[in-house]
Structures are given as structure tokens and as C-alpha cells.
């Protein structure tokens, strides 16, 4: 089994910036794609960005390209996700995944997720 926890969401004004973080516990292997997503509200959840423990493939939304940078910590089995000149349109609740397979934007092709962040952008 594999457990995720987020950290890192909060209220902040439009043009700053947050850090969210995504420790990741029990079994994982290098080749686990761990993806970041959003919900906003009343909207379905969608892709953000995705990296593997190894190698540097990294893939984003094209709404998030140039500010938001995912990054991961192989020793401590952290994931991040840099956000850079937030939006209001940026509100959701963030969630980290984990995908056993191949690199995948689809939420369901993740088999692990973590209980979500709340992220609010005030303009």
C-alpha cells in the first residue's frame, strides 16, 4: 500500500506564490509517476503535472506552463509543486497521485491519491 499526504495549501493573493508537498510512504518503485491535479469547485478534477522518482520526464497542463515547476526529493520521497504568479482561476483543491504505470494525464489511470489541499487565490 502506498500513503500520500499533502502539505503546503493556503489563502493567497493573486500574483504570489505556495509550495505544496507530497510525501509519499510504503511501497514505491522508481518508476512510479507521481502527478499532481486540481479540482475547482464545481468543476471536474484535471491534470496538472506529472514526474517520475527517476529519470527527467516531466509533463504539465498548458494552464500551468512557466509557473508552476513539479519537483521531487528521491531520499525523502517528496514530490513538489512550485506555484508561481497564482491565479484566481489556480482555486482548487490540489491532490497528489500516484500512477503504477506509464505517464498518464487521466486521473483514472492513478491508483493512489492523497487527501487534497485546499489552494484559494483572492484577486
Known amino acids: 500500500q502506498v500513503l500520500l499526504v499533502e502539505s503546503g495549501g493556503g489563502l493567497v493573493q493573486a500574483g504570489g506564490s505556495l509550495r505544496l508537498s507530497c510525501a509519499a510512504s510504503?511501497?514505491?518503485?522508481?518508476?512510479?509517476?507521481m502527478g499532481w491535479f486540481r479540482q475547482p469547485p464545481g468543476k471536474e478534477r484535471e491534470f496538472v503535472a506529472a514526474?517520475?522518482?527517476?529519470?527527467?520526464?516531466?509533463y504539465y497542463a498548458d494552464s500551468v506552463k512557466g509557473r508552476f515547476t513539479i519537483s521531487r526529493d528521491n531520499a525523502k520521497k517528496t514530490v513538489y509543486l512550485q506555484m508561481n504568479s497564482l491565479k484566481p482561476e489556480d482555486t482548487a483543491v490540489y491532490y497528489c497521485?500516484?500512477?503504477?504505470?506509464?505517464?498518464?494525464?487521466?486521473?483514472?489511470?492513478?491508483?493512489?491519491w492523497g487527501q487534497g489541499t485546499q489552494v484559494t487565490v483572492s484577486s
Open positions: 514526474i517520475r522518482w527517476t529519470g527527467f520526464s516531466i
Open positions: 510504503g511501497r514505491t518503485f522508481s518508476s512510479d509517476v
Open positions: 497521485a500516484l500512477d503504477l504505470g506509464a505517464y498518464s494525464n487521466n486521473p483514472k489511470d492513478y491508483e493512489y
